[in-house]
């Protein structure tokens, strides 16, 4: 275990990195987020409610269903 983590591959290998303000800004001016269809204002509530109720399971994502 010790020589794992010392590789980098400690318990968090796959931990997702923080989204930056430019990749959101991204996402609006594609139309991936925002009120410009019924699925980008879907996924703009999806994206905020994960985001500011804090939910990062798999199954806290897949209870939203």
């Known amino acids: ?19 930056e303000q430019h990749e959101i ?7 991936q987020l925002g ?6 204002i879907i996924n703009s509530l999806w994206f905020r409610f994960t985001t500011n109720f804090g939910m990062g399971s798999v199954e806290e994502h897949y209870n939203l269903r």
């Open 1 to 19: 275990m010790e020589k794992v983590k010392k590789e980098g591959k400690g318990t968090k290998a796959n931990a997702a990195q923080p989204i």
């Open 35 to 40: 009120n410009g269809s019924p699925q980008a």
């Open 25 to 31: 800004q991204k996402l609006y001016d594609e139309g």
